[in-house]
T-cell receptor, first 114, second 111 residues
Framework: NAGVTQTPKFRVLKTGQSMTLLCAQD?????MYWYRQDPGMGLRLIHY???????AKGEVPDGYNVSRLKKQNFLLGLESAAPSQTSVYFC?????????????FGQGTRLTVV | AQRVTQPEKLLSVFKGAPVELKCNYS??????LFWYVQYSRQRLQLLLR??SRESIKGFTADLNKGETSFHLKKPFAQEEDSAMYYC?????????????FGPGTRLSVLP
């Protein structure tokens, strides 16, 4: 099983450029999340989705947009990249099955905005 | 709001020594608590969850509701335990809202 797959793995953007990060999961999970990981700050939630067609803001949503048109995909968009968005981005998916609650993570996308 | 704190950014121990990674949380209800681990250049993966009361790779963690803590312990550290460790919680009655992660502790096990 592929689990959670993120594309691309690396990207360098110029300030003001736009891009979309793709997250795909093959576990039929209801919940999907986008986090950013910064040194000393752990993982901070950007946006999340509790099902197909639904999205919600997390802790640090400004400058990002998301869409969940299909249950297996969760897209994170940067409309106008800024150096402050240089980070490692992780996507995760989860389902609730009694004691088997667990978030599965992608391998991460390292984004540099210059 | 829910919050998870991990007071140590870096913890260094010698191989064979006991290790304890501290985690405290703030949440008024009954959370579900987890420890996630991230080895070098790998994705985060679940280490253990409190509800399962399991021991994984020699690690255990006990939920102390009085002290709102969920410290991770291992009696004899190994070099392969060197990694980044994150404590996390989800509000038990509001699942789907968020996994709240702490800032992480980098464990370095010295030979």
């Amino acid at each position: 099983n592929a689990g959670v797959t993120q594309t691309p793995k690396f990207r360098v953007l110029k300030t003001g450029q736009s891009m979309t990060l793709l997250c795909a999961q093959d576990m039929n999970h209801e919940y999907m999340y986008w986090y950013r990981q910064d040194p000393g700050m752990g993982l901070r939630l950007i946006h999340y989705s509790v099902g197909e067609g639904t999205t919600a803001k997390g802790e640090v949503p400004d400058g990002y947009n998301v869409s969940r048109l299909k249950k297996q995909n969760f897209l994170l968009g940067l409309e106008s990249a800024a150096p402050s968005q240089t980070s490692v981005y992780f996507c995760a998916s989860a389902t609730r099955q009694g004691m088997n609650t667990e978030a599965f993570f992608g391998q991460g996308t390292r984004l540099t905005v210059v | 709001a829910q919050r998870v704190t991990q007071p140590e950014k870096l913890l260094s121990v010698f191989k064979g020594a006991p290790v304890e990674l501290k985690c405290n949380y703030s949440y008024s209800g009954s959370p579900e608590l987890f420890w996630y681990v991230q080895y070098s250049r790998q994705r985060l993966q679940l280490l253990l969850r409190h509800i399962s009361r399991e021991s994984i790779k020699g690690f255990t963690a006990d939920l102390n509701k009085g002290e709102t803590s969920f410290h991770l312990k291992k009696p004899f550290a190994q070099e392969e335990d060197s990694a980044m460790y994150y404590c996390a919680l989800i509000p038990a009655r509001n699942y789907g809202q968020n996994f709240v992660f702490g800032p992480g502790t980098r464990l370095s096990v010295l030979p």
